[in-house]
């Protein structure tokens, strides 16, 4: 499984971006599907989260009423649409989906990862 991440860039604050992050597998094959992000000196922070099937979706407090995360399941692609983003949002965002599959009566979580691509907020 390969999760390709684009649409990153320099921006000033105020302004958008949106996120790609296409699927070499359809998208409603995952379970969920997240974005996070790392500043430098920063741990990973987990910024989206959807539920593939579900529709659900869930935000880091600091990003809620500016991003939304959505998806084409057309195109197995996820974005993040960033508005009026913030000095504060630099950093490099990932794409992550987890699937889960059952092997007799245990469950196995799989993990994908994408590349990362760089956001950086700046006047």
């Known amino acids: 499984v390969q999760l390709v991440e684009s649409g990153g860039g320099l921006v000033q604050p105020g302004e958008s971006l949106r996120l790609s992050c296409e699927s070499s597998r359809s998208i409603v094959s995952f379970d969920t599907i997240s974005w996070y992000r790392q500043a430098p000196g920063n741990q990973r922070e987990l910024v989206a989260s959807m539920s593939t099937r579900g529709g659900s979706t869930d935000y880091v407090d600091s990003v809620k009423g500016r991003f939304t995360i959505s998806s084409d399941n057309a195109k197995n692609t996820v974005y993040l649409h960033m508005n009026s983003l913030k000095s504060e949002d630099t950093a490099v965002y990932f794409c992550?989906?987890?699937?889960?599959?059952?092997?007799?009566?245990?469950?196995?979580?799989?993990?994908?990862w994408g590349q990362g691509t760089q956001v950086t907020v700046s006047s």
């Open positions: 992550y989906a987890v699937d889960w599959t059952n092997k007799g009566w245990q469950r196995y979580k799989h993990e994908y």
